[in-house]
């Protein structure tokens, strides 16, 4: 028996060593949805488990990057003067091994658009992504079922934007 424990702690040992956490970094740009451009002065309001923890300002080429700690609920949120605010969540649950400093990278472009004061774009308050980060793999995926949820929607609320625009000549031309 002792022999057997013995080896059981050898075996996680062994598979201790191999296994490794990775950190979370967010990197990408802020854009305008129609014309591509980088959008300087938008803010990025980092929320870690319902609380504001940071906010960043992007420069010029609209960049942004981001640490985020394993163990914890984001939303990351995108503000900017005249336009819908967007954001997505990230989930960065998962185990951690003591000393790990790898770090995953991701690039997230978050397009944004102009207010248009007479439609309900409420709908953009929620995600418009949800992801979970596997620490022990490094991986991190979409939650596809969500997305297959709000794509309809946000097709509609998109063209009804885009027809908004034209009319008032905000757009110089409808792709």
């Not at 790898?102 to 248009?116: A, D, L, N």
Request: some cysteine; hydrophobic content about 45%.
């Amino acid at each position: 028996m002792k022999r057997l424990q013995n080896l059981i702690v050898v075996a996680c040992m062994v598979s201790g060593g191999m296994a490794h956490a990775a950190h979370l970094r967010i990197v990408g740009t802020v854009t305008d949805k129609f014309s591509a451009a980088p959008l300087a002065d938008a803010q990025v309001r980092v929320y870690r488990n319902g609380e504001k923890v940071r906010t960043l300002t992007t420069g010029p080429t609209g960049r942004y990057e981001l640490s985020l700690e394993n163990n914890a609920d984001f939303v990351i949120r995108f503000v900017r003067p005249g336009h819908v605010t967007k954001c997505f969540t990230v989930s960065t649950h998962g185990p951690e091994w003591e000393g790990d400093r790898s770090v995953k990278e991701v690039f997230i472009e978050m397009t944004m658009f102009e207010r248009v004061d007479d439609l309900d774009l409420s709908f953009f308050d929620l995600p418009m992504g949800i992801a979970r980060f596997d620490p022990l793999n490094g991986r991190m995926d979409w939650d596809e079922a969500y997305d297959g949820r709000i794509r309809c929607e946000v097709a509609t609320l998109m063209d009804a934007v885009t027809r908004a625009l034209a009319a008032r000549g905000a757009l110089a031309r409808l792709d």
